[in-house]
């Protein structure tokens, strides 16, 4: 018997050049490196000019570090969006910015600084600046390059700095229209404060730690009283903040709080009876725990407290006389509680909202006791001047049990007990992460609930109708009322997001615009002696202009009276030395951003600002109340916000904790397309996870991806073909079609809707699940055997030139690297992929309930092979003959067809309920290994294998 023939080189096995190891550390920043060179995205501009616009406007990350994982996230989703949107044929550009003023950036100037031995405050203030400039401009180099790394598109050669002159120049136009509006005040109000960076800080600068506090009780003597019983008696407060009792001026009570005059040993309290329980338990009068007085029931007396009204204490430091000899009033509070303490709270109007606005209420004002560096003034009496013990009110040994506050109180015999058990969430600088303090200090602010003065920009401000008459009207109201009702306009994804901002505007104090700091955008004001300030266009647009000519350094001491004119007199005014609240920069950024003209695809209002969830507190609520104030309007129209990145464990990553995920070693590691891969996997609306394996999982994933890719280039080699009449498409084809239709929407309402993780989901799920493990498996036997002028081979492979222009477009937004990469394999000269546009499939429809039901069938017919596999009783399902129940069958599929699509060597019909699998006797074709009846014993190829090796044979 002759030996049999190898007909392996007859197989039309898929060919490719494109590699299965895909090297992308190596390979990517060689396609970035092109992008550049060939100015993909002037390239991008240019194609889609005069299409709709859509803007998402780029929030500026501080230029002060490398990029982090939180960074990369946020870039990617950005990115993401207008990908997506330019895919789908919008003209949507990106402007990357930085903010780059404010103490995040001084801080590391000043902490190097530190390291030389220099002082801050004997820099001349512009040479300070220069270096917080240059500082910045580093930063903003290094950022650039690590985001163009990860494949962000946009306008790197342009990107927008609020240190630009330009834009500094804007900030200060804006703040000028709050002036001359008269929408800007000077006033003392406490505001949080950092000793350790001598300023005032924004909600949005501060973060919340838990710590431990010393807590004390202390005793202050009533001297008046509508009830004589009360006078000599001791009211009794509760404070974990011993420093402030040196400023204090008043004790609340509530006026709906019933309180009780007790007896501890040879003294009488007055204490909320609620909680003279726990009293006794602080000051150890009550050791057996009954919580009883220990005089007579007859002789404690209940008060309501609004019966306190007219009582006054003094000062336990009365006897220092000055400050402390003033009477201390007891005034009502409906913010006093009885959840702790003792239901008396005492009053420091220099350190606390409530107590100002109370104290202020009833005529007494703050005291500037505190300096900006925490300690008491050198002419304060208590805990003033040189005293040793004088040091910063924040410094923990100085509020101990055994410190100078408790040491000086315990020898006037008023502190009742003090312990430093008491633990509590407290703010802390995100910057220093040193504790802050409430501190009244003269500020400038915006008032929130003033109605706003001076016209709203015309063309900006929205007109809405009147519900009452239905007439047109202009927007009017407080800023906290437009900022309202444009909050309810504004779409937020997630929707809570509605309510997380909501919830801050209506409970914010008004804002403070003013820092006590050097760099950043001065407040260009003109004060008067009286307070006032000055409110002269002419005046501004010289400062504006000169700040446009030389940026900050304009506003100099030098230039007054070249900005006031000869309507002034210099010496009448004085020049404000406070700077900007950053937060105020950035929340000018639509101005000089989208008004200015320098971008000129750019529009105004943004359709889409997108940044972290706690920027409701910050840049969105900033920008809203900015443009509030001076359009009557948001500056965007929708709302994305993402949650935080926790370590894989669910832990706030943290350097001490060893748990970070630097997004720089994954590129290097990996490649950029995995950090892309993983963001838009994750539910990025939820704090979300990463990880070494989480990363592991998204590289399967990848790889998933790439042979999908790999596999249709291989098997699209050489193909030139179409799909001819549609009457000759097998229904298989038909199907898979109609899937690549169901999935084209799925994807683009999943774009539209900023739903990224279900786009990646739907798309992985697509390739993994209809293809890889379905449509591919089923039809590689076509591919490999069936001859060149096959129908069906030509269908197939027509098919997979449609999805391959679809799945390539669908992914280029995701993995931006690898998606140029498969286009330039199959197309060395087709340009770029990212210029392409949504891709245009055929609308097929199919039966999917009747596909569905084959697909459930095909499931239990392998997993009734798969026993036989494992005992090696068969090594392939070709080697296998079904029998599959007969009304598990639907409609319309041949045995035939049955065999094929399970990949069996026959398939039958039976009444059984179940899948039954037994070994075939039939004899295997040599060429493409089916066994078939049609394969004799003796034979070695089957009827369709032997036609197409002898045309095989004849052309070579």
Excluded at 100 to 110: A, D, R, Y
Excluded at 757 to 765: E, G, H, M, S
């Amino acid at each position: 018997m002759s030996e049999k023939r190898d007909y392996r080189d007859t197989v039309f096995l898929p060919k490719t050049d494109f590699p299965m190891k895909a090297g992308l550390p190596a390979k990517e920043p060689k396609i970035a490196a092109r992008w550049e060179e060939e100015g993909l995205y002037r390239q991008l501009r240019e194609a889609r000019a005069g299409r709709e616009t859509f803007v998402l406007h780029d929030g500026p990350p501080y230029a002060n570090g490398d990029m982090h994982i939180g960074h990369a996230l946020n870039h990617t989703l950005k990115d993401m969006v207008c990908r997506t949107q330019n895919l789908m044929g919008k003209d949507a550009p990106y402007v990357p910015g930085w903010d780059c003023h404010g103490l995040p950036i001084e801080w590391k100037v000043e902490e190097q600084y530190r390291k030389k031995k220099r002082n801050k405050n004997e820099v001349e203030p512009k040479e300070f600046r220069a270096e917080c400039r240059a500082y910045a401009q580093k930063w903003v180099d290094v950022q650039k390059g690590q985001l163009k790394r990860l494949g962000i598109m946009g306008d790197w050669d342009d990107p927008y700095l609020t240190m630009d002159f330009d834009a500094e120049a804007t900030i200060v136009a804006e703040l000028m229209k709050f002036a001359e509006a008269g929408n800007l005040y000077r006033g003392s109000k406490p505001v949080m404060w950092s000793p350790v960076e001598e300023t005032a800080l924004a909600e949005a600068e501060v973060e919340y730690e838990d710590i431990v506090s010393t807590q004390i009780d202390v005793a202050f003597e009533i001297t008046e009283s509508p009830f004589a019983e009360l006078v000599g008696a001791h009211a009794v407060v509760w404070t974990t903040t011993p420093w402030t009792i040196p400023v204090n001026q008043a004790i609340a009570y509530g006026p709906d709080i019933e309180y009780v005059l007790v007896h501890y040993g040879d003294r009488r309290y007055l204490v909320a009876e609620d909680l003279c329980y726990a009293l006794s338990l602080r000051t150890g009068a009550n050791e057996n725990g009954t919580g009883a007085a220990q005089s007579g029931a007859d002789n404690i007396k209940i008060y309501r407290g609004s019966d306190l009204a007219g009582t006054v204490a003094c000062h336990p430091m009365h006897h220092l006389g000055g400050f402390y000899a003033k009477p201390r009033p007891f005034l009502p509070g409906d913010f006093v509680t009885t959840d702790s303490g003792t239901g008396l709270v005492h009053m420091s109007p220099d350190h606390g909202e409530d107590d100002f606005l109370l104290c202020r209420e009833h005529g007494i004002e703050p005291q500037f006791a505190v300096m900006a560096d925490g300690r008491y003034r050198d002419d304060w009496l208590w805990l003033g001047g040189d005293d040793e013990r004088r040091r910063s009110v924040i410094n923990k040994p100085f509020n101990a049990p055994d410190g100078p506050i408790c040491s000086d109180l315990r020898e006037a015999g008023a502190l009742l007990s003090a312990s430093d058990d008491y633990q509590h969430s407290y703010p802390h600088s995100w910057r220093s992460k040193a504790k802050v303090i409430f501190r009244c200090t003269p500020q400038w602010f915006v008032p929130m609930d003033k109605p706003l003065d001076g016209p709203l920009d015309p063309s900006k401000t929205p007109v809405v109708e009147d519900q009452g008459t239905g007439h047109a009207k202009g927007v009017s109201g407080t800023l906290r009322e437009i900022a309202t009702s444009e909050i309810a306009r504004v779409e937020f994804i997630p929707e809570k997001g509605r309510r997380r901002i909501g919830s801050m505007v209506e409970g914010r104090p008004d804002w403070v615009l003013s820092r006590q700091r050097a760099w950043g955008v001065p407040i260009t004001l003109f004060v008067r002696q009286d307070g006032s300030y000055l409110q002269d266009p002419r005046v501004n647009t010289r400062v504006v202009d000169a700040v446009r000519e030389e940026g900050v350094d304009a506003w100099d001491e030098s230039r007054k009276a070249e900005f006031l004119g000869s309507d002034y007199d210099p010496d009448e005014f004085e020049m404000v030395t406070d700077i900007l609240d950053v937060w105020f920069d950035s929340g000018c950024t639509h101005a000089f951003v989208l008004e200015s003209g320098r971008w000129p695809a750019l529009k105004w209002p943004a359709d889409l600002y997108l940044e972290g969830s706690d920027q409701h507190r910050g840049w969105f609520q900033s920008s809203l109340l900015e443009s509030c104030t001076t359009r009557g309007r948001a500056p965007y129209d929708q709302v994305l916000t993402h949650g935080f990145t926790m370590a894989s464990d669910g832990r706030k990553m943290s350097k001490s904790l060893g748990n970070t995920i630097d997004p720089l070693k994954v590129m290097e590691q990996y490649g950029a397309d995995i950090i892309r891969l993983w963001a838009l996997s994750v539910d990025s609306t939820e704090d979300h996870r990463i990880g070494e394996e989480i990363l592991k999982g998204t590289g399967d994933q990848y790889r998933r991806l790439r042979n999908t890719f790999r596999y249709l280039l291989g098997a699209l080699d050489g193909f030139v073909g179409d799909m001819g009449d549609m009457g000759e498409v097998p229904e298989l084809e038909l199907y898979v079609l109609a899937l690549l239709a169901d999935l084209d929407g799925k994807l683009r309402t999943a774009a539209e809707k900023y739903d990224f993780n279900t786009y990646t989901r739907l798309l992985v799920d697509f390739c993994n699940e209809d293809l890889s493990a379905f449509y591919f498996d089923i039809r590689k036997d076509v591919l490999y055997c069936d001859g060149p002028d096959s129908v069906k081979r030509n269908a197939y492979r027509t098919v997979l030139d449609l999805l391959f222009h679809a799945l390539v477009r669908y992914a280029a937004p995701v993995l931006v690297f690898t998606a140029e990469e498969v286009w330039s394999t199959r197309y060395p000269d087709g340009g770029s992929v990212h210029l392409l546009e949504w891709p245009q499939v055929p609308g097929v429809g199919a039966d999917g309930a009747k596909w569905d039901k084959l697909r459930a069938l095909r499931e239990d017919v392998m997993e009734a092979i798969e026993p036989l596999r494992r005992d090696k009783v068969i090594r392939s399902g070709l080697e296998a003959d079904v029998v599959v129940p007969a009304a598990a069958v639907p409609e319309g599929f041949s045995d035939a067809d049955l065999a094929e699509l399970f990949i069996t060597a026959s398939v039958t019909r039976g009444d059984s309920d179940t899948v039954t699998v037994t070994r075939t006797n039939e004899s295997k074709c040599g060429r493409c290994w089916r066994l078939l009846p049609s394969v004799d014993e003796d034979g070695d190829l089957c009827d369709r294998c032997e036609p197409v090796v002898a045309q095989w044979d004849a052309v070579r």
